[in-house]
């Protein structure tokens, strides 16, 4: 029977899971296999409550019986554990997150918890960030004008689309743009000169916010990277 590396990350994060947590539910098909196990232990009796990263996972969570809280009114640090997939996770644990396009709300959310724990698959380890393109939320108002500015500082971006090759509208109603920046080799400055350009809701480096990195392996072996400044 094969193993699917992601699953064995999703449902060893679960461990992390206690009696009477707020936790943050990410989004992805890693994310998906913890909400699934989360739902699991809570049938069994476990009580939390949670708060999602994207309409998907909300709509997941509610099918499993997960109690959800809204965001507004939980004070800065007050979510316990999120996790959460990542595109590229680097020797840092610094992120490229937002390939399944729920960037914003998976940043504020890991922004507003005590501690972030990403599951991924060992093709996700990399040494340095920036062969997955970068996704970067923006504005639909001027998006071309947006979109110069990025490819003006190397990103060449890429508009996502949707079917039909409709725009691509995240949960916010924004666009995304997709950057092939190629070598991320400081990607706290590029994170901060890409959140300064006018249209530029927010982009998909999460630096210095993730505690440890759970990695399954198709041989069924999972191992855990933490961040040398936690």
Do not use: Q
Request: charged content about 25%; some cysteine; proline content about 5%.
């Amino acid at each position: 029977m094969a193993i699917d590396p992601k699953r064995l990350a999703g449902e060893e994060a679960v461990k992390l899971v206690e009696e009477g947590m707020l936790v943050g539910l990410g989004t992805g098909s890693t994310a998906y296999w913890t909400i699934m196990d989360i739902g699991r232990r809570v049938k069994e009796g476990l009580k939390i409550t949670a708060v999602p990263t994207s309409i998907r996972s909300e709509e997941l969570a509610l099918s499993l019986g997960i109690p959800l809280v809204p965001l507004d009114g939980i004070p800065p640090g007050g979510i316990d554990l999120t996790i959460d997939g990542a595109d590229e996770a680097d020797g840092d644990l610094n992120l490229i997150k937002g390939g399944g396009g729920a960037l914003l709300r998976e940043k504020i959310i890991a922004a507003h918890s005590k501690r972030l724990v990403i599951v991924a698959d060992a093709s996700k380890a990399v040494k340095t960030l920036g062969k997955f393109p970068l996704p970067v939320e923006i504005v639909p108002f001027g998006f071309k004008l947006t979109m110069g500015r990025l490819e003006a500082l190397g990103g060449h971006p890429e508009l996502r689309l949707s079917e039909g090759d409709e725009p691509y509208v995240t949960d916010n109603g924004n666009y995304i743009a997709d950057c092939r920046f190629e070598i991320i080799k400081d990607a706290a400055a590029l994170e901060t000169t890409l959140n300064l350009v006018p249209g530029v809701v927010e982009n998909g480096l999460f630096v210095g916010m993730a505690e440890r990195l759970i990695v399954g392996r198709e041989d069924g072996a999972i191992s855990v990277r933490t961040c040398r400044s936690f």
